[in-house]
């Protein structure tokens, strides 16, 4: 979101009423922004190769049906990985053939509802691959069928992010000893086994570890169509995982970074011979969205300046919990919805959650915030406010994504209201009220 775009969307959200008293916090996304990464990705491969590239969002990022559809719109397919996401994904219009079925934990169930649907599956491990062989024992698929491996390159800078360390509990950990060669006869015992999936890591890993990772499926499936004489491996899903900017307004680093180094490291895989599959999330969303919160009070303790908010912990999660691996730009912005002039001051943002971590800005220098400001939280269109997190019964955020006309004017339409407090009584029991009486 551009710092432009972003004032004209404060300033219309505080003027067309989406942040009020009763309404303390809303989030924001920007819809041109959201078209213009899908535009930079799609262009991004489209120069390395020719070969079929089925982009698939990976929905955790933003599991929203209205964002589905509009990327849908957009040309892109979905990465799902549990019922909940793909039921996402349909009701957002995508057909199967546009569907990617990942997860570490999938019943048997589920298996056989994407093998129905012919919905793409990878198998993350051999127990997982012989419940395929059942079900298909049982009744063939349209499902294209791939394994994950874990090409073990090393994590990035945040653990719980680095998927290809060498115990992660992801895929087929490739070069534990005879898991290679063991990979290499399943897929010979299964012609129907046509693709290799890996995502090294998310946010935190560097491009060249990403890169060597891809270097080490696509090498992997060389050696399978050698051994098999024929082009068995069709396919390879590289997962997503290009981090995010979160310092600046840059979108560094780029889609065409990455699809730059492929071309460099990997050739091979963007000769024509293989289709492509991208999984990307929070590069695509986390720029253009921006959570939105009223300042209730303005206090101070110890010295220490402090505006109290409503956006806390259940709309920045990650930031709250590891604020050093996640910190968050925040912009100041008066009652009117006008960027904020003033000194910096170093104060705390504090979220409306009771307990004392719950900020998500610590001593960070801003014009002195008072109550009735409006702060806002940059880059939270990713794993932020959309996925919601329901300490202390804090309602889920509503969501509204915004266009602007060349005039300044603003459009914005809901993407998801906010929940109500009806809502939270019904979602937590409050129809068996007396369940536990005897
Ligand atoms: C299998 C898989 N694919 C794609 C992604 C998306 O990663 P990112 O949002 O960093 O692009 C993830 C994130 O956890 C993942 O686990």
Known sequence: MTVDRRDLAVRAAVEQGLLTQEQPVTALLDVAGIRSSVAALRAAFAAVTDAPVLHAFAVKAAPLVPVLSLLHAEGMGAEVASPGELALARAAGLPPGLIVLDSPAKTVAELREALGLGIAVNADNWQELTRIDNLLAAEPTASPLGLRVNPQVGGGSIGALSTATPTSKFGVALRDEGAREQVVRACLERPWLTRLHTHS??????????????????????????????????????????????????????????????????????????????????????????????????????????????????????????????????????????????????????????????????????????????????????????????????PRTAVHGFTTAPDGGVRFATVREAQSTEAIVAESGGAQRDALLG
């Not at 101070?300 to 259940?314: C, E, F, K, L």
């Not at 709250?320 to 002039?341: C, M």
């Open 201 to 394: 890591g998310s946010q935190g890993m560097a491009l060249t570890r990403m890169t060597q990772g891809v270097l080490a499926v696509y090498e992997l499936a060389e050696e399978i169509n050698s051994a098999a004489g024929r082009q068995q491996i069709d396919t390879i899903d590289i997962g997503g995982g290009l981090p995010v900017n979160f310092a600046s307004e840059e979108h560094t680093p780029a889609f065409a970074e990455y699809a730059g180094q492929l071309k460099e490291r990997v050739p091979g895989l963007l000769d024509g011979r293989y289709g492509l599959i991208t999984e990307f999330g929070r590069s695509l969303l986390a720029k253009h969205g921006t959570v939105l919160a009223r300042v209730e009070y303005a206090k101070s303790a110890g010295s220490r300046p402090i505006a109290v908010t409503h956006a806390g912990v259940q709309v920045a999660t990650r930031t709250v919990y590891d604020p050093l691996s996640w910190p968050l730009r925040i912009a100041a912005y008066d009652a009117n919805g006008r960027p904020k002039a003033g000194t910096g001051v170093e104060q705390d943002i504090a979220g409306p959650a009771c307990f004392a971590g719950d900020l998500i800005a610590e001593n960070r220098p801003l014009p002195l915030l008072e109550a009735g400001d409006v702060v806002a939280a940059l880059d939270t269109g990713a794993y932020y406010f959309s996925s919601h997190y329901g300490y202390n019964s804090l």
